[in-house]
């Protein structure tokens, strides 16, 4: 069984800062993180992408957060980061992490798709 364990949200003040953390946990051996996605989901509002980071550290951004946000990984931990700066009251939301793995036993390759709790951040104007 494997999943996601987010950290890091909490409470901050318009142009404050916060970092989220997201790792795999559970049956991680000989597991590899393809891809890592950071997603949002505000009140009355459709769950939308933040950043992605592929294997080879290829990143994507939306438009609402590039310059202000940072998505980096640690492949020896099984680990994503999403730095936040400039925070503003419209990233108040709850931020879910995605991960797409694979994991070869046997020489059967095994694909997985995997969401963290979520964890809320909340921007204060």
């Known amino acids: 069984q494997v999943q996601l364990v987010e950290s890091g949200g909490g409470l901050v003040q318009a142009g404050g800062s916060l970092r989220l953390s997201c790792a795999v946990s559970?049956?991680?051996?000989?597991?590899?993180?393809?891809?890592w996605y950071w997603y949002r989901q505000a009140p009355g509002k459709q769950r939308e992408l933040v950043a992605g980071?592929?294997?080879?550290?290829?990143?994507e951004y939306s438009d609402s957060v590039k310059g202000r946000f940072t998505i980096s990984r640690d492949n020896a931990k099984n680990t994503v980061y999403l730095q936040m700066n400039s925070l503003k009251p419209e990233d108040t939301a709850v931020y879910y992490c995605?991960?797409?793995?694979?994991?070869?036993?046997?020489?059967?390759?095994?694909?997985?798709?995997?969401w963290g709790q979520g964890t809320q951040v909340t921007v204060s104007s």
């Open positions: 559970g049956s991680v051996f000989n597991i590899n993180v393809m891809a």
């Open positions: 995605n991960a797409n793995t694979r994991k070869v036993v046997a020489g059967t390759t095994y694909d997985g798709n995997y």
């Open positions: 980071i592929t294997g080879g550290g290829t990143t």
